[in-house]
């Protein structure tokens, strides 16, 4: 009489005995300086523990906050102190996203300022005559050497030594005679300082500009995806290069 469930076949030997036992690995002779390879049961363990103090943590902070509700205000949340004592608005970095999108508009409204200044220093400087001060290029002129010891520049371009460094309008000796320089007064003279001290300040915040730029650029490059290497680490401004990565 056969029952159900047993029987003599080789799937009934087979649960009949049992096969090997295959435990966890062990440490390998390699890795022995680590110490003992951590089994699961160990790492249940460790989790199981370490969720247990993180949730009492939770409680203890949260029972020192409420401790006293009527002394809660908001600004304890939003504001910290510094290193004087005094209370600081903290302002959360953006990211992702909205950082990208935070340095495109900042990029937009630098690059539309430095285009405004760029257009004032165009017209400043085709308005000024720089006269008197140093010039900002060299002119080179071709001699013999026998006429470099006794060289007069001033009779060379035909006009007075005064004039030499002004490259843009330099004036003859025939027309300054007909038509004579009036006298530099002090108001015209306070007048051309404040122009070319506006003019000089204006090069700079276009430079600045340029610059801010130019980072901007670079912290919306290093946002995209793609592998970098640093090519030079200097401290006010790290370069980066991207490797080329192939599509198939």
Do not use: C
Not at 95 to 105: E, H, I, L, S, V
């Amino acid at each position: 009489k056969m029952t159900k469930g047993k029987g003599t076949g080789a799937a009934a030997l087979k649960k009949a005995f049992k096969g090997r036992d295959y435990g966890e690995r062990g440490q390998t002779k390699l890795r022995q300086r680590f110490g003992m390879l951590e089994k699961k049961k160990d790492y249940k363990v460790r989790a199981k523990a370490y969720k247990n103090k993180k949730v009492k943590l939770a409680g203890m902070r949260e029972a020192v906050a409420m401790r006293n509700p009527d002394e809660f205000n908001t600004k304890m949340l939003n504001t910290e102190t510094d290193e004087f004592g005094r209370h600081m608005k903290v302002v959360k970095k953006p990211k992702g996203p909205q950082q990208k999108r935070d340095n495109a508009t900042n990029a937009v409204y630098l690059k539309h300022k430095a285009a405004e200044d760029g257009g004032v220093v165009k017209q400043m400087k085709a308005n000024l005559s720089f006269m008197g001060l140093p010039a900002l290029n060299n002119h080179q002129i071709f001699i013999d050497e026998d006429e470099a010891e006794n060289f007069n520049a001033a009779a060379y371009f035909d006009t007075v030594p005064e004039l030499l460094d002004n490259t843009s309008n330099r004036a003859r000796v025939s027309r300054l005679k007909a038509s004579p320089l009036p006298p530099l007064d002090a108001e015209t003279a306070k007048s051309q300082a404040l122009l070319y001290h506006n003019f000089s300040e204006r090069v700079k915040r276009k430079q600045k500009l340029d610059s801010v730029i130019n980072i901007i650029t670079d912290k919306q490059k290093l946002l995209t995806k793609g592998k970098r290497v640093l090519t030079s680490g200097d401290s006010e401004k790290k370069t980066y290069r991207w490797l080329y990565d192939r599509k198939r």
